[in-house]
Every structure is written in C-alpha cells, then in structure tokens.
C-alpha cells in the first residue's frame, strides 16, 4: 500500500522539479517586476471598523472582517483615522464616541504580525490626520508597532516619475508604504508620505450610485484636472463606496446594495464599469480602489481584471465569510440616542458631540439646544 502511494506521486515530483515554481508578489508572479505605481490595489475603506460582535454589529462599520483577514483575502492598501483620545492616539470613526477601534499601535501591530507571515507582499496604509497628529507623534506609534524598518523611505518629496518594483521593495525589506492625508515632512520620520503630494482622488461623498464620478477632487492644487494630476505622476486614488443618510444628515455606509457597487461588471454604479470610466479619463488605471465590505462584489475582480492576474494564489476565500447586517440604527448611534436623552433631561451636550452628531438634532428637541 505504502509502495504503491509513493509511486503515485512520482510524476508530480519530477514535474515539480523540471518546472520551478515561481514566486508570487501580491498574489501572483506577475506583478513582481512590474512599478509599485503602475499596480491597481484593492484598499479597504476604514479597515478598523469592523461590523462584527466586537462592535455590536455597528451600522458605522464599514468592513465585515478585520484587517488581518481583509490582508489574507487579498487588500493591499488598508485606511483608517487616526484621532486623539485623551493622551492616546486611536482608530475611531469620525469619533471616538461613535466608534473607537482601539489604538493606532495595536493596529499597527497586527499589520506587522501579518508582514511577518506574508514576506512577499507590498501593502500600502493611508491614515486620515483627523486630529493633526505630528510626524514625531505618528513616529512614535510605529515604533511602538516595531514597524518602522519596514517602511519604505521615498526619494522625493514629490511623486517620482518610476517607483521600485514590488520584487525591489520585497528585497530591500520596505514592503510598506506610508501615506498621511496630511503631515509635515519630517526627518525624524521620512517614511511618512504626505498623500497629497503623490495621490489624487475623485470625490468620496457620494449617495447615489448614479454619482460616482472620475473627476478630481483632492488635492485642490490638481482639482478638476485629471491630466495635470497625471502628468505630476500623482497615483490615482479611486473612491468607490456609497452613503446613506439617516436622520440627523448623518451618513453611514450603505451596504444594502453592496453586491452592485463593489460588482465587476452589471448594475447602476458597478465597481467594474467605474473603474473602466476613470482608466479612460486618467490614461492609466487607478493604483487605489478603495471600497466598503470589500469581499462582497467580490471587489477584488476588478482589481485583478485592471492588472491582467489570471491565477491569483494565495488568498483565503471569503465566499462564506459573514455579512451580518445591522437591523437598527440603534447600533449605530447608541452614543447619539444617549446624547439626546441627556439633552433632553436638561444637560449641556459639549461643542465635540454637537459636532459629530451633524449639528440637525436641536430642531427635533423641539430647538431646546443652544450651544
Ligand atoms: C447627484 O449629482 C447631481 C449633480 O451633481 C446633484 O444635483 C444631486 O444632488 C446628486 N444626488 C445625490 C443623491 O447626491
Ligand atoms: C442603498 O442604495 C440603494 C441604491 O441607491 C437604495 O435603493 C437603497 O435604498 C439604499 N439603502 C439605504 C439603507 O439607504
């Protein structure tokens, strides 16, 4: 029995052996000699805001896996913002009171943890500054993550007209590149990339999947204008998510039409038709698509469509994975539903939570709020 099984598995030895397997960068063989700028990732929006148990299933979430499994299934480019809580600084969305996914340092530390297990793989963070950090304050962060070795140092302060390849960045060990929307140029931390020095986006706040647009809208020194922003060798972001609207004008992500919007092809505002659009209007295919609840679509199609990969390897399938949906705005805005109520019961709701709850609510307390 034993004979006969060692046997079988001749051929395969020999075939292994005539045909070496090539190694993959980011998932495939392909991409390793190609420019850092010329590759289109699959970023996802909010990385830290997970719809799960963790959260209690929050409406504010933007993802329904963590980062570590949104890495596993083939991300590249993971965001989130960055907000100062008390001395710290935290992951929350918009703020800390409505979503607070822990410290910057923890999180930066799981993004580590996977490097380290995934040593052929180029990932691009991008924070949102939200509260002005510094480069020093930022620094400090990721050292605390023992990350910053990792980092790739650019050449310039400017977008270079040729990045290193995926397999340079792989060799040098500087498989992350760091974008900061924005931050001061720093010595201390020349690893951080201001992004709107090399990224240009279209715009984000969208409501209806009959208005996402190619146009350019950040950074003001490019706005309208994709051919200058191009031709600056700026790397298109894509924005490719969908608000909805709840009372209070406070947005949340839609995710009730999520199969369209993050779909390869079919439907009003399809991920796969946006992406040709903006392709076209750039002249090169967008290096970023950022999206919400990324494995559904599954979004990554049209990444690997953009960037001719046939046979990705190495990712983990997130068919099954879960996609609970949150059936109450109750989630979501608890912290604004106790804001209210203290209101109503006569407290003095501060300047900060006036402001994030959309500053629309007094009307509906019958205009009983001055602030
Ligand atoms: C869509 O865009 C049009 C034209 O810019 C604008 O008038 C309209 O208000 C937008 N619709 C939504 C739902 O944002
Ligand atoms: C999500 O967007 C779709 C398409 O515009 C819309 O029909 C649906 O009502 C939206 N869902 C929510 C909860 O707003």
New binding site residues.
């Given amino acids: 029995m034993l004979g006969f099984s060692l046997l079988a598995l001749l051929p395969l030895v020999a075939s292994t052996a005539l045909s070496p397997r090539s190694t993959a960068c980011n998932n495939s063989p392909d991409l390793c000699s190609k420019s850092y700028g010329e590759i289109t990732y699959l970023g996802a929006h909010d990385s830290p805001f997970v719809r799960d148990a963790s959260t209690s299933d929050s409406t504010a979430a933007n993802q329904y896996m963590d980062t570590p499994s949104q890495l596993d299934a083939g991300v590249r480019m993971v965001t989130g913002q960055v907000h100062k809580k008390g001395s710290e600084w935290h992951l929350c969305h918009s703020d800390c009171r409505l979503l607070d996914a822990g410290k910057l340092s923890s999180w930066l530390s799981e993004i580590k943890k996977w490097l380290d297990s995934n040593k052929n793989d180029v990932v691009t963070l991008l924070l949102v500054n939200s509260d002005d950090a510094t480069a020093s304050e930022l620094d400090a962060e990721f050292k605390a993550a023992y990350i910053v070795d990792y980092a790739y140092k650019p050449k310039t302060q400017t977008a270079p007209s040729s990045w290193p390849t995926l397999q340079e960045l792989i060799n040098a060990g500087t498989r992350l590149m760091t974008f900061v929307a924005s931050v001061d140029s720093s010595a201390q931390a020349p690893y951080l990339m201001d992004e709107w020095n090399y990224i240009f986006e279209n715009p984000y706040d969208?409501?209806?999947p009959?208005?996402f647009s190619c146009t350019v809208d950040r950074p003001s020194k490019v706005k309208g204008n994709p051919s200058s922003a191009v031709a600056a060798n700026m790397l298109p972001l894509m924005n490719h998510f969908l608000y909805s609207t709840s009372f209070f004008d406070i947005q949340y992500p839609n995710d009730s039409y999520i199969s369209t919007t993050n779909a390869p092809s079919g439907g009003l505002g399809n991920l796969g038709d946006a992406a040709t659009e903006c392709k076209n209007a750039y002249g090169r295919q967008p290096a970023f698509i950022l999206v919400d609840f990324f494995n559904k679509g599954p979004a990554i199609e049209t990444v690997d469509n953009l960037n001719g990969v046939k046979n990705p390897v190495g990712r983990s399938d997130t068919s099954s994975s879960q996609t609970s949906s949150a059936s109450t705005y109750s989630n979501v805005f608890k912290g604004l539903v106790e804001l209210v109520d203290k209101a109503k019961s006569g407290a003095d709701p501060s300047m900060g939570e006036w402001v994030w709850a959309g500053g629309e609510w007094g009307g509906l307390l019958g205009g009983g709020i001055t602030l």
């Fill in positions: 969208v409501t209806s009959s208005n």
